[in-house]
């Protein structure tokens, strides 16, 4: 079968739904891989690991190899834990008669694409290939403790999350931890070799963020795990509460940034996160009202995601802003010497520019509604 790029960039960017089997048995094993594992979603593991890189390499500490590993490992075990998330809810049967799950893309056992045993055995492969990667891990720290304590955390995690910590309103805690402060400051300490709190603080916006898609999509399948007895967060908390939780958690990401900026940890050029705030504004606006009963008219194609759909919005955002803005401070501190001015002030630059473009674009949108408007009439 041919490979097809094509797939494997659109399943790594969004989720894909595909109802022909034999269109299914036509595509090349990473392309099956990416839309089992719903990568679209898993990207944000290399995200977590690309913050980490780029405060390793800030500090002196990076090192291409070792990360690469480490970060194709965590990738793969984030896919392996989707696989048995699926497995679970399948074989419990959550995830029968419509249930959330099955309504936004491909599961592959719903679909009947694979039987259980296939759905194993992707499982194992994977595994196996995220495993290897943590003997990596362990073997290029020497075995360091904290990095052993982090790798059995991990994999307690993977093997656990789906059932019963899902259950016990534990799954929305562990993706924050997992994907903020204990990856980031994780990757960041095989770099290293040692462990950073103020890494683990710089990761804490990023997991908020992640977590913000989850707690957001057990709410918008509050009623579907009420009924099959899984005791999410939401479930458990009620929806109220767990809208306003989730708007809590993209709050306070802002604040971290800020409040690491204002101590000096981090330089002025952190606060370009500030360009997604207005995707924040729309994710806060949407979980201050309750979930629709259907879809409002012109989102019908994004349904069942409500909260979650624009909680990632936002996320890829934030997450890109993220990114860039830890680039440009790691730039700014490596090489200070060499620089016309300090990283704030450059920093202080950056945000100038930003806020030109972003009135610029806003004048000529309004001027475009406008001429629309007009035309219309």
Known sequence: MPINFG?????????????????????????????????????????????????????GHFSFLPWLIVT??????????????????????????????????VHPLVQGFWTKSQQIQWFIVSGVIAFLSGIYALWYTQANPL??????????????YTWPMKYWALGELAIFLIWGPIMIAG????????????????????????ASINV???????????????GTFPVRAGETFARYTTMATVIIAYAVVIYLVATGYFSTFMLLILFAGQRAFYVIAVLSKPRPEGPPAGFEVFWPTWFSGFAFYHN????????????????????????????NWLGAIALGIGVVIAAYRFVMDQARKKKVTSNEK
Request: hydrophobic share 50%.
């Open 7 to 59: 797939m494997w960039r659109k399943a790594s960017w969004e989720l894909i739904k595909m109802d022909d089997k034999k269109e299914w048995e036509a595509l090349d094993v990473v392309s099956k891989w990416l839309i089992a594992t719903r990568s679209a979603v898993t990207t944000v593991t290399i995200y977590s690991s690309i913050i980490a890189g780029l405060l390793a390499w800030r500090d």
């Open 72 to 105: 194709l490992g965590l990738f793969i075990a984030h896919g392996t834990n989707n696989l048995l998330n699926d497995y679970t809810d399948f074989s419990r049967g959550v995830d029968k008669d419509n249930y959330f799950r099955t309504q936004y893309g």
């Open 147 to 160: 990095v052993i304590g982090l790798f059995a955390f991990g994999a307690l995690v993977l093997l656990f």
């Open 187 to 210: 990757v960041y300490l095989v770099l290293s070799g040692q462990w950073s709190w103020m890494v683990a603080l710089a990761g804490i916006p990023f997991g908020l963020s992640v």
């Open 216 to 230: 957001a999509k057990h709410t918008d399948k509050l009623k579907d795990d009420k009924k099959k007895g899984v």
């Open 316 to 343: 890829r955002m934030f997450g890109g802003l993220f990114i860039l803005s830890v680039f440009l401070d790691a730039v700014a501190y490596i090489f200070a010497d060499k620089l016309p001015l300090s990283a």
